[in-house]
């Protein structure tokens, strides 16, 4: 069998499988993704179809796979210092927030680490040893444990500022030539752990001045993107922000928060 060849009837039982767990909407242009991520999982449970996976992950008896699916079809790419003005503003608060209340930042849809740790390293340059933390979380178990070795290819740093490379990362030498390893002191400062946005916030999540949700609400639809946000917005400080991707958009949801700048958004005081 050409396990590459997804029919359509199968690809739009793994469009459910994601929307029900993660409130992910997958278009149709990522049939071939899904077909690719998968194959390998036909491959290892020696099945002859993306059915007869899509009926193994559904059965009940699997719960293991069904997060290894999960993993495997809401893995994102991303890098260092991201949206570069983000961190700009994060500054500016840091620097307001000497000698207050813990600074408390949230990275809501982590992926593989880059997003908190550039974080981390903003707030250990400008709050040092004073009370703040980080919190990272997203969906999937693999990328988070990605994450928690702090362990990446160089090109990912290519918005690192030098200043920060020194201090905070260390760089990979003869077999790890080519990488980079986030300093354990600034790791250590990053409470990585997994949550759905798509259901009930953990209770003991806490609450945060800044929120970066950042990359993920293009795969929601309105609704669940309302949904999303409004619990987001119950672990967000009055007064706090909330930083979204330049290239998503919250206009239906101006009721709850007030635009700052574009992509940038405070929830009333």
Known sequence: MDQSAISQAEFAHFQRFIYDIAGITMSDSKKAL????LAKRLQHFDLPSYDAYFRLLTDGAHKDEVQLA???LTTNETYFFREARHFDLLREEAAGARGKAPL?????A????EEPYSIAMVLADVLGNAPWDVTASDISTRVLQRARTGHYPM?????????????FCMKGVREQTGTLLVARPLRERVT???????????GDLGTFDVVFLRNVMIYFNGETKRQVVTR???????GGYLFIGHSESLQDLGDMLRP??????????
Request: glycine content about 4%; proline content about 9%; overall charge positive.
């Open 34 to 37: 899904v077909s690719g991520r």
């Open 155 to 167: 090109e990912r740093a290519s918005h690192v500022p030098n200043d920060y490379l020194r201090r």
């Open 232 to 238: 987001i917005l119950t672990r967000l400080k009055p």
């Open 110 to 113: 982590c992926s593989s680490g």
């Open 192 to 202: 990585f752990r997994q949550v759905n946005l798509n259901t009930a916030l953990p």
């Open 104 to 108: 408390r930042v949230w990275s809501a």
């Open 70 to 72: 999960v993993d495997l």
């Open 260 to 269: 700052v700048t574009p992509s940038v958004y405070r929830k009333p005081a």
